[in-house]
């Protein structure tokens, strides 16, 4: 359908303007147009779709952006034929990083707060429709009763907020050393944030409190972090990286004390709905988070909707 609807406005171009210097271009779309688009042969030959074997590359099956890739892939009809790769976070950034060496066409499936902007130029293409949603924040959740049971951890996690450059930088350096150790750097570089959390909080003896995260670095850094301000505070501190559905059911069943790992609105918004009103919402921890379609900066695309069909 999309290819109609560019062969339409190649038709409409004027006269002049082709004659102008798009010659290469229209030699291949006339021929598009003469066989109907059903010849294999007459496929164009420079998209980025067949450069990128019409494949996403994405994540683990339990993401919430592995779902909203899943939704792009039915919201976009120019998608038509394409195949979203799930494998892991691990494996993706392999793959961007070999193309990125070899300067080769990739679309991943990536996030904002993540490392790899730092580390690569990298653009996100526009999504039109929203599959990915919008602007995300991070939420945290506590059980129900928690503010009863531990009510100096209930006040830390009420305070807890921070920036997107905080958690990228933990992240960041934890590409060269353990993310529990970036964290410890972090939180001595910034005692004046982390005391923002825990100023004028009572200390307890030891008590356990279990934090509950997703297993992505992102929330490894959030998750390291408030150990290191609730371990100040007494507090014997188990953190549990469990996927992402996991992490409400817990919360909602009192399994879990805390979160700071729900993406929202979008990317956990079905999971936090399933459970709704059986956790309590302390809000945002972080603002202008992100999901989408992540290319190259080098490359030729803009925007999901400039993808072409695989068939
Ligand atoms: N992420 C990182 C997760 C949440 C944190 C964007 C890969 C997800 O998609 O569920």
């Known amino acids: 359908m999309f290819k109609w609807k560019k062969l339409g406005l190649v038709a409409g171009l004027s006269l002049s303007l082709i004659a102008a210097g798009c010659g290469a271009d229209d030699t291949e779309d006339a021929d598009d147009t003469a066989d109907n688009g059903n010849d294999d042969q007459a496929e164009t030959t420079e998209g980025v779709g067949e450069e990128v074997d019409y494949t996403i590359t994405g994540i683990e099956p339990g993401a919430g952006i592995t779902q909203a890739t899943n939704t792009a892939l039915e919201d976009y009809e120019n998608l038509a034929g394409w195949h979203h790769e799930e494998s892991s976070t691990a494996a993706m950034l392999t793959e961007l990083r070999t193309a990125i060496e070899n300067e080769e066409p990739i679309i991943v499936a990536g996030w904002t707060p993540h490392h790899k902007f730092a580390q690569f130029d990298l653009k996100y ?13 991070i939420s945290t959740i506590v059980r129900d009763g928690l503010q009863e049971d ?34 410890e750097e972090w939180v001595a570089e910034n005692e004046d944030t982390v005391a923002e959390w825990t100023e004028g909080i009572d200390s307890v003896d030891g008590t356990s409190i279990e934090l509950v995260i997703t297993p992505w670095d992102s929330e490894r850094a959030s998750g390291n972090v408030l150990r290191m301000a609730l371990e100040d505070l007494g507090y014997d501190v188990t953190i549990t990286p469990v996927d992402p559905q996991i992490v409400f059911q817990a919360i909602a069943t009192g399994d879990g004390d805390a979160s700071p790992a729900p993406w929202m609105p979008y990317t956990h918004g079905d999971f936090y709905a399933e459970y709704e009103g059986e956790f309590e919402d302390l809000g945002e921890n ?26």
């Open 125 to 137: 293409l526009d999504d039109p429709m929203e599959s990915y949603g919008g602007e995300e924040y």
């Open 150 to 183: 531990m009510p100096e951890a209930y006040e830390v996690l009420d305070r807890f907020y921070w920036e997107v450059e905080d958690m990228e930088s933990i992240m960041l350096a934890g590409q060269d050393m353990e993310i529990e150790e970036a964290a």
């Open 286 to 311: 972080l603002v202008g988070a992100k999901l989408g379609m992540v290319v190259p900066a080098y490359m030729d695309i803009d925007s999901i909707e400039d993808l072409e069909p695989a068939d």
